[in-house]
């Protein structure tokens, strides 16, 4: 089965203890993108990669580190995670960049206390 | 003001009637998509668009680049169509970045 799988799906930890989100697909996507979601702000675009070890900066890059060493697999490190990083997290992949359909992880809600 | 507008912001319908969901962009795009978000759920791609219009069951999406607009439609809404609605567009010059609107939270009860 086609798919994006992100881990963990939920986890609360504390200002400065790094952690990292994985997101894996199984389509052989060469473009992979990570999202957060905010009330009243939507979705906004964090890093996205066109390929292995192609990364850029999307709109909200502060804070947040990418790699993406293998094509399956683009996770999210976060180094030093602060309080306003508490959000909902999604991870997508598409066969063509942002132009073709795109497939969505199931999402990661992190809370930062 | 934000790049991408939806309106209405929260939409109610009763089951059976005919929905339009509206998203307007300030800026040029080469593409748009519509995408789908149960409450407590994952986000599913319904359409990617660059011109005219697409359908797919009960669901249609229109685009008219030059006039910066795009609608999705529902026919014969059924309370499973409950969901938020999010258009978000690819700027001209770049395939790899998406800007969404905030969304559209529809509730169509029996």
């Known amino acids: 089965e086609a798919q994006v799988t992100q881990n963990p799906r939920y986890l609360i930890t504390v200002t400065g203890k790094k952690l990292t989100v994985t997101c894996s697909q199984n389509m052989n996507h060469e473009y992979m993108s990570w999202y957060r979601q905010d009330p009243g702000l939507g979705l906004r675009q964090i890093y996205y990669?066109?390929?292995?070890?192609?990364?850029d900066k999307g709109d909200v890059p502060e804070g947040y580190k990418v790699s993406r060493k293998e094509k399956r697999n683009f996770p999210l490190i976060l180094e030093s995670p602060s309080p306003n990083q508490t959000s909902l997290y999604f991870c997508?992949?598409?066969?063509?960049?942002?132009?073709?359909?795109?497939?969505f992880g199931e999402g990661s809600r992190l809370t930062v206390l | 003001k934000n790049e991408v507008e939806q309106s209405p912001q929260n939409l109610t319908a009763q089951e059976g009637e005919f929905i339009t969901i509206n998203c307007s962009y300030s800026v040029g795009i080469s593409a748009l998509h519509w995408l789908q978000q149960h409450p407590g759920g994952g986000i599913v791609s319904l359409f990617m668009l660059s011109s005219g219009k697409k359908k797919h069951g009960r669901l249609i999406a229109t685009i008219n680049i030059q006039e910066k607009h795009s609608s999705l439609h529902i026919t014969a809404s059924h309370p499973r169509d409950s969901a938020v609605y999010i258009c978000a567009v690819i700027l001209v010059g770049s395939n790899y970045k998406l800007t969404f609107g905030k969304g559209t939270l529809l509730t169509v009860n029996p």
């Open positions: 997508a992949s598409s066969w063509t960049g942002a132009t073709g359909e795109l497939f």
């Open positions: 990669s066109m390929n292995v070890e192609v990364t």
